[in-house]
């Protein structure tokens, strides 16, 4: 079991539920800390640039303009296998398919208003994390 660090977002459909609180309590009873955290409405420019990846997919479009609709909180999670365990927490990334008990089959109304976004390898997590944070905004448990 590795100690690692994964970049997750809340995103704005959460947001405007105001269940914040309800998906960091998941996070924390799951032995995940948050070591950085911050709220912020993305530009354009920023969630093109985080979802480079998905640049020549059909929903590409759509993505930047619900991750752009209104605040998004976004944090790193540190703990054991933190990457799986948080893909684990968040469910498939279409809520229909995801598993009960899962923060997207509890939150998410659709596959593009999915509550959360929770990197995929320990390479994405290096390169999100450093999207969003400088090593001086990431506050690791003593
Ligand atoms: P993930 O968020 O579960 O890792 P990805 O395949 O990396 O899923 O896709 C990134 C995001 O793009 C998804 O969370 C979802 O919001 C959106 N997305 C993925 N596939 C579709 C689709 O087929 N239609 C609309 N949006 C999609």
Do not use: W
Not at 60 to 81: H, I, K, W
Not at 83 to 108: H, Q, S, Y
């Amino acid at each position: 079991m590795a100690n690692e660090r994964t970049l997750s977002i809340i995103k704005p459909d959460a947001v405007a539920k105001n269940v914040i609180g309800e998906i960091y309590t998941r996070f924390e009873k799951a032995g995940l800390a948050i070591v950085a955290a911050k709220m912020m409405h993305l530009t354009q420019e920023q969630a093109e640039g985080f979802y480079a990846e998905h640049k020549e997919r059909p929903f590409f479009n759509d993505l930047v303009a619900f991750m752009t609709s209104g605040p998004v909180v976004v944090q790193v999670l540190e703990g054991e296998d933190a990457i799986v365990k948080n893909r684990d927490l968040m469910g498939a990334t279409n809520p229909k398919e995801a598993e009960a008990g899962t923060i997207r089959a509890d939150f998410a109304s659709s596959i593009d208003a999915n509550a959360v976004h929770g990197s995929d390898s320990a390479a994405s997590a290096e390169r999100e994390i450093a999207y969003f944070f400088n090593d001086g905004e990431i506050c690791p448990r003593g």
